[in-house]
């Protein structure tokens, strides 16, 4: 089960810290990520991390202002959201797979098997 949180109402400039917990999560293994839905567009991958050893991979619309990471221990993910625009505005939902691949293939959601319910994020400007 994931449970995301985090999003809120910020204004063109600043920042959001995103969490997701992975309740139940027993493996060391798996893939983690970050999509996201803004309105009248089709779900966008955003960011993918993997447990085993935190390699990432991001969207290039992100590059330099999102930062993804993970604690184990916690086993949550987090997304460090920097310098946000109106375009980052949506629906942030975070995915799990019980599987560790190449994470440049986690831009892919049938490749996750579960999904958290989403949070809002809304930027203005």
């Known amino acids: 089960q994931l449970q995301a949180s985090g999003g809120g109402l910020v204004q063109a400039g600043g920042s959001l810290r995103l969490s997701c917990v992975a309740s139940?999560?027993?493996?060391?293994?798996?893939?983690m990520g970050w999509f996201r839905q803004s309105p009248g567009k089709e779900r966008e991958f955003v960011s993918t991390?993997?447990?085993?050893?935190?390699?990432?991979y991001y969207a290039d619309f992100v590059k330099g202002r999102f930062t993804i990471s993970r604690d184990n221990a916690k086993s949550t993910v987090y997304l460090q959201m920097n310098s946000l625009t109106p375009e980052d505005t949506g629906v942030y939902y975070c995915?799990?797979?019980?599987?560790?691949?190449?994470?440049?293939?986690?831009?892919?959601?049938?490749?996750?098997?579960?999904w958290g319910q989403g949070t809002q994020v809304t930027v203005s400007s």
């Open positions: 139940g999560r027993t493996s060391s293994s798996g893939t």
């Open positions: 991390i993997r447990w085993r050893d935190g390699s990432q």
């Open positions: 995915a799990a797979s019980s599987t560790s691949w190449a994470v440049s293939a986690g831009t892919n959601p049938a490749r996750y098997d579960a």
